[in-house]
């Protein structure tokens, strides 16, 4: 099981300072916006690649941008551990796949709430990771949709016939009460941003996060 923070919710002129503060984490969930895939700008390769300097554990990049067969392979080469795009914005997303996996990264996908699992139960060798968007991508701060967890159920059972190590991910809306609900559903990878950075101490929130996520996983 895995607690990957989500760095929207941090603060963009201390970035050092508040990835410094998650280094018990797993992975640094670092959310890629474009401005066109959905209507939100963060940033891009440049200071993702100095987050990857700077970081004390690996980036898990997430890619909410059009045409990522383009540019993901980019975040693979800096060193992200791990690069997600969208299933809805990739026009080959087994070749792209492929291509980040053959750069070293871990290669996943992402679905949107609206976006059905089932044509890619059968591609899952081809992943190394499946985000279930728990949330519309976008904004952090909005309210868990339930309504997706069937998703990880079928995923879940598939992941469980093949013996794949494909991880689960969930984001969006995930907090210390909903967290258990996702790890009930099958999820093993879970994205926190206000849940995290909320309050003084988030090393304390990553921690009541792991011991709820933990009480809840099969
Ligand atoms: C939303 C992003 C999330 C976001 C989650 O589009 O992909 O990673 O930071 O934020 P919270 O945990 O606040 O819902
Ligand atoms: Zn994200």
């Not at 299933?87 to 290669?107: P, Q, T, Y």
């Amino acid at each position: 099981m895995r607690i990957n923070p989500s760095i929207l919710a941090a603060d963009f002129v201390n970035l050092q300072r508040d990835i410094e503060g998650i280094a018990t984490a797993d992975l640094v969930h670092v959310d890629v916006m474009d401005n066109h895939f959905v209507p939100n700008l963060t940033f891009g390769p440049q200071m993702v690649g100095r987050i990857q300097d700077v970081s004390p554990i690996p980036l898990d990049v997430h890619l909410m941008i059009d045409d990522p067969d383009r540019w993901a392979p980019g975040y693979a080469e800096l060193g992200a551990y791990s690069v997600t795009f969208h299933a809805e914005a990739a026009k080959d997303a087994v070749a792209l796949a492929r291509r980040l996996r053959e750069i070293g990264a871990r290669a996943g996908i992402a679905l949107k709430p609206g976006t059905a699992v089932e044509p890619y139960l059968e591609l899952l060798p081809e992943f190394d990771q499946v985000l279930v968007m728990t949330v519309e991508p976008g904004f952090g701060g909005q309210s868990f949709l339930s309504s997706t967890m069937p998703k990880l159920g079928l995923l879940r059972t598939e992941v469980a016939r093949t013996g794949l190590d494909v991880w689960l991910q969930v984001d969006g809306g995930v907090d210390a009460d909903t967290i258990g609900i996702a790890a009930e559903a099958g999820a093993d990878t879970f994205v926190a941003g206000s849940a995290v950075f909320r309050g003084p101490d988030p090393a304390a929130n990553i921690a009541a996060l792991r011991s709820a996520a933990a009480s809840h996983s099969h």
